[in-house]
């Protein structure tokens, strides 16, 4: 009688074809091939990353689709489930849908119940009677996993088929079962009781229930504390099971917090395996890290792979390198298809970067009515960039009415979002009365709230403020410690108040040389006030002065 060949046994014959391979492909189908499984994946890893980009190699994971069909022809159930899931997901041969059923089905003739659970899931959405007796057949030889794909048809019994499922020792149905407890509980304490089961599946190899069990201690929710040295845990057991989603966010965190050698290499993996959001991540790191231009250039080549697989953010991204010529020939008609792509998808960044182009005429004609009611598709799924900038069009009459009124109301949203330039312009409607009475303390608190984050012309308005006691009690401590802040970030506005302040001694001892050094520089930032001081006052203008003045107009000569 035949010993037929446990999965195990299987992936250790997969791997002695393929292991003298130098082609990364018959690496990287291996490592699908074992997803689930704990295998030889590190060492295909590593492989894939050695011969990386030699893909013209030539390929052994042929000798694999041989001999499991050598074992199948002797009746070997397990050799037909696989060749029937390489050939439906194109395992080291051109997928095959048919081939790959008809194996199940000869496999689920034979006996194999994996088989009958997988030919049960192909005829399930034309042929229910016909799903449902194969996996009835599959849970009566002792495979209850069916249950759990059984659940989705027979919609009266849905949990008592996840249950069932759930207390056979396959991971994936353990986990289906306690995911679905756990997303159905009602109290953090009763979505802790289900967290030993979605572990279990874990442990057991379920690397979906490792993504899952990493993201919620990442963000310490449904019922986890946050934990970020756990998730990372989990989802470093899900990347060495083979998941992509795993490798993505093990790789970010990595690249992002403490090894970025180590972070690229899993980002690498995820990458390789198709993950889009990998794809982007190592793209991006590339484009903006890599020492080369080479690496730079293999950065876009990863941005545009993740863009075909649409993943938006991914185009919002490949437009701006496009469109910047880095790393890569600019290419702005690129850019542009990228841009409308993304928008066309209902990307908000590609929204607001083909509104603003738009706008400006930049890679297209000028057109304000688009810019305006791209603005506005972006500020309706919530964008605050969007919002502020839909916001700039109802200010200006940009493609649309000029209404104060509901430039505040944009500008108010985006600042509630905790955008910095609408707090600031939310604190100037207040002190102006535009689309807003007017309220010059509440104008006073919002300016206040967008200096404090560094905004250089809200700590030039606030200083001024102090010193005038306008809205605010008169404090010259104050108003010199804004008006400074401004003027260190070359603020014209800050510097040239600035200037003025310590020129008249307002409070403050009178210092006519800082003054016409903070006065010079505002001048020679284009502030025509601070000019006009230092024609009237310096008419005899020090040497140093008059470098900063030919400084200036170089700059201008060259813009």
């Given amino acids: 009688m035949l010993e037929l060949k446990t999965h195990q046994d299987i992936d250790q014959l997969v791997w002695s074809c393929i292991s003298e391979s130098t082609n990364p492909l018959d690496f990287l189908d291996y490592i699908r091939h074992v997803r689930n499984r704990f295998a030889q994946q590190e060492q295909a890893f590593e492989s894939a990353e050695r011969y990386q980009g030699q893909t013209d190699a030539p390929r052994m994971f042929g000798q694999a689709v041989s001999a499991l069909t050598e074992l199948a022809g002797q009746g070997d159930g397990n050799a037909m489930f696989h060749l029937g899931r390489w050939y439906r997901l194109g395992y080291g041969v051109g997928v095959d849908s048919d081939r790959g059923v008809d194996w199940y089905r000869q496999?689920?003739?034979?006996?194999?119940?994996?088989?009958?659970?997988?030919?049960?899931?192909?005829?399930?959405?034309?042929?229910?009677?016909?799903?449902?007796?194969?996996?009835?057949?599959?849970?009566?030889?002792?495979?209850?996993?069916?249950?759990?794909?059984?659940?989705?048809?027979?919609?009266?019994?849905?949990?008592?088929?996840?249950?069932?499922?759930?207390?056979?020792?396959?991971?994936?149905?353990?986990?289906?079962?306690?995911?679905?407890?756990?997303?159905?509980?009602?109290?953090?304490?009763?979505?802790?009781?289900?967290?030993?089961?979605?572990?279990?599946?874990?442990e057991r190899g379920e690397s979906m229930a490792c993504v899952y069990l990493g993201q919620m201690h990442r963000g310490g929710w449904d019922g986890c504390d946050k934990d970020e040295e756990t998730a990372m845990q989990w989802f470093h057991m899900g990347a060495r099971l083979g998941n992509e989603t795993a490798c993505a966010a093990y790789g970010r965190h990595m690249l992002m917090d403490s090894d970025a050698e180590l972070g690229r290499r899993y980002l690498k993996r995820g990458a390789a395996l198709g993950d889009?959001?990998?794809?982007?991540?190592?793209?991006?790191?590339?484009v903006w890290s890599g020492k080369t231009p080479e690496q730079q250039a293999q950065g876009v080549d990863w941005m545009r792979q993740s863009a075909l697989q649409g993943h938006t953010p991914a185009m919002s991204k490949l437009a701006d390198v496009l469109r910047m010529g880095k790393g890569v020939a600019q290419d702005n008609a690129q850019a542009l298809y990228w841009m409308q792509k993304g928008a066309d998808k209902g990307n908000p960044d590609c929204q607001t970067s083909l509104g603003t182009a738009y706008m400006h005429g930049e890679i297209v004609e000028t057109d304000h009515e688009k810019s305006h009611n791209l603005y506005h598709l972006a500020s309706l799924q919530g964008d605050m960039w969007g919002?502020?900038?839909?916001?700039?069009?109802?200010?200006?009459?940009?493609?649309?009415?000029?209404?104060?009124?509901?430039?505040?109301?944009?500008?108010?949203?985006?600042?509630?979002?905790?955008?910095?330039?609408?707090?600031?312009k939310v604190g100037m409607a207040y002190l102006w009365g535009e689309g807003v009475a007017a309220d010059i303390p509440a104008g006073a608190r919002w300016l206040r709230m967008a200096a404090t984050e560094g905004h250089g012309l809200s700590q030039a308005y606030l200083g001024m403020m102090f010193v005038y006691g306008h809205g605010v009690e008169e404090n010259t401590e104050r108003a010199m410690?804004?008006?400074?802040?401004?003027?260190?970030?070359?603020?014209?506005?800050?510097?040239?108040?600035?200037?003025?302040?310590?020129?008249?001694?307002?409070?403050?001892?009178?210092?006519?040389?800082?003054?016409?050094?903070?006065?010079?520089?505002?001048?020679?930032?284009?502030?025509?006030?601070?000019?006009?001081?230092?024609?009237?006052?310096?008419?005899?203008?020090?040497?140093?002065?008059?470098?900063?003045?030919?400084?200036?107009?170089?700059?201008?000569?060259?813009?």
Avoid at 109 to 121: P, W
Avoid at 276 to 286: I, N
Avoid at 393 to 405: F, K, L, M, V
Avoid at 413 to 423: D, F, L, N, R, S
């Fill in 387 to 424: 919002t502020y900038l839909l916001g700039l069009t109802h200010e200006n009459g940009d493609g649309t009415e000029q209404s104060p009124e509901k430039a505040f109301a944009c500008f108010l949203e985006a600042a509630k979002q905790g955008m910095t330039q609408a707090i600031y």
């Fill in 276 to 286: 889009a959001y990998a794809q982007l991540m190592l793209g991006y790191h590339l």
């Fill in 481 to 559: 410690y804004w008006l400074r802040q401004s003027a260190a970030q070359d603020n014209t506005l800050g510097l040239r108040e600035l200037g003025f302040l310590l020129d008249a001694g307002k409070g403050v001892p009178r210092n006519r040389e800082e003054a016409m050094h903070l006065l010079a520089k505002a001048a020679s930032l284009g502030d025509d006030k601070a000019q006009q001081w230092i024609d009237t006052n310096c008419p005899d203008k020090p040497d140093w002065l008059k470098a900063l003045r030919q400084t200036s107009l170089e700059d201008d000569a060259r813009k």
């Fill in 107 to 202: 496999g689920a003739h034979a006996g194999s119940t994996a088989c009958m659970v997988n030919l049960g899931r192909f005829l399930a959405p034309t042929d229910r009677e016909a799903a449902i007796a194969w996996w009835q057949c599959a849970s009566e030889l002792g495979d209850k996993s069916a249950h759990c794909f059984w659940a989705d048809f027979d919609k009266a019994r849905y949990e008592w088929h996840l249950e069932l499922g759930g207390q056979s020792t396959d991971a994936f149905a353990q986990y289906c079962w306690a995911y679905h407890l756990h997303k159905h509980a009602q109290t953090p304490e009763e979505k802790l009781r289900h967290l030993p089961l979605l572990r279990v599946s874990a």
